[in-house]
C-alpha cells in the first residue's frame, strides 16, 4: 500500500483552517490540482460527492471519517481493486487565544 503525506504550519488559527478545508466546493479556488469538487450536502459522516483532478480525472467520493472542526476523509475507489483517501487534520502546534 503507498501512502503520500504532507503537511504545513500555519499561523492562522485552527477554526479559520477548518472553514477552508471543509468547504470541498471552494477546493479549486486555492487547490492548482483541482479542476472541480462537490459534496452533495454539508460535510458529515456518509455524505457522497465529486473531486475532479486535473491529473487523475473524476471520482465519486464518500465521507468515511469526520470529526467536526478536526478532521475528515474523502474515500473513492479510483480504480477497481484500489483506495485513494484524502484526509486532512488540524492539529495546533502551540495554544490559541481568542
Given at each position: 500500500?503507498?501512502?503520500?503525506?504532507?503537511?504545513?504550519?500555519?499561523t492562522?488559527?485552527?477554526?479559520?483552517?477548518?472553514?477552508?478545508?471543509?468547504?470541498?466546493?471552494?477546493?479549486?479556488?486555492?487547490?492548482?490540482?483541482?479542476?472541480?469538487?462537490?459534496?452533495?450536502?454539508?460535510?458529515?459522516?456518509?455524505?457522497?460527492?465529486?473531486?475532479?483532478?486535473k491529473?487523475?480525472?473524476?471520482?465519486?467520493?464518500?465521507?468515511?471519517?469526520?470529526?467536526?472542526?478536526?478532521?475528515?476523509?474523502?474515500?473513492?475507489?479510483?480504480?477497481?481493486g484500489?483506495?485513494?483517501?484524502?484526509?486532512?487534520?488540524?492539529a495546533?502546534?502551540?495554544?490559541?487565544?481568542?
Amino acid at each position: 500500500m503507498a501512502f503520500r503525506e504532507a503537511s504545513l504550519e500555519t499561523t492562522a488559527p485552527p477554526a479559520t483552517v477548518w472553514r477552508v478545508w471543509s468547504d470541498v466546493n471552494r477546493w479549486p479556488e486555492w487547490n492548482p490540482d483541482m479542476k472541480e469538487s462537490r459534496l452533495d450536502g454539508p460535510l458529515k459522516l456518509g455524505a457522497t460527492g465529486m473531486i475532479n483532478t486535473k491529473s487523475g480525472g473524476k471520482h465519486d467520493v464518500v465521507v468515511t471519517h469526520f470529526q467536526d472542526g478536526r478532521s475528515f476523509e474523502l474515500e473513492s475507489t479510483a480504480l477497481p481493486g484500489t483506495k485513494m483517501a484524502i484526509r486532512a487534520t488540524i492539529a495546533p502546534t502551540r495554544f490559541w487565544t481568542a
